[in-house]
């Protein structure tokens, strides 16, 4: 089967809720690309209509690309969103898709404005911004951390932080109730 085929292959696969319909897989960014160096775990969920039905892909970790939603994660590409065929497999993403995505972003057709506006206006500027991200939030350490390997539970996308704290929790005065 296609998972199997994925799991014998180089990329790290870990099944999320002991199954095989949802999966993170380690994806390295392509060679001589803004993303070379960086390492991302993909949410991949398969729907029981698969391969017929197109499955769908997420960065769990941050990524700062035009053709991906900074906050859930999701991919805009045509060849799994619109033009899926069952000829493709899930090698075809991560061999084919993915690095064509991170090589040859589309700013005509975003879903992260911030992202595909930088590129268009200030080129240099888009390219350390994607370079910040990935020393930030793609380097293997980051992605192997207690946060994202609660693979037992159902992790939301919007459940990963960046390790910022922004909650007012922190200080709390007072004593806890008895």
């Known amino acids: 089967m296609d998972v199997m085929k994925l799991m014998m292959s180089d990329y790290s696969v870990e099944p999320i809720n002991d199954g095989i319909s949802e999966l993170k897989v380690e994806f390295h960014g392509p060679k001589d690309s803004l993303y070379e160096g960086g390492v991302w775990k993909v949410r991949v969920e398969l729907p ?3 391969p017929y ?3 769908s892909i997420g960065f769990i970790n941050k990524i700062f690309h035009p053709n991906v939603d900074e906050l859930s994660g999701s991919v805009c590409l045509d060849v799994i969103n619109q033009t899926w065929s069952p000829m493709f497999d899930l090698l075809n993403i991560f061999e084919v898709f993915l690095p064509q995505l991170l090589l040859y972003p589309n700013p005509s057709d975003p879903l992260n404005g911030d992202a595909a506006s930088l590129m268009m206006k200030d080129q ?6 994607v370079k910040e991200y990935c020393e930030r939030y793609a380097k293997k350490e980051n992605i192997t951390s207690s946060t994202l390997e609660d693979s037992d539970e159902d992790i939301s996308n919007d459940d990963i932080s ?3 704290s922004t909650s007012s929790d922190d200080n709390i005065v007072g004593d806890a109730d008895p």
Do not use: I, L, M
Request: hydrophobic share 5%; net charge neutral.
């Open 48 to 50: 029981d209509a698969y």
């Open 53 to 55: 039905k197109s499955p």
């Open 124 to 129: 240099k500027q888009y390219e350390q911004r």
């Open 162 to 164: 960046d390790g910022q």
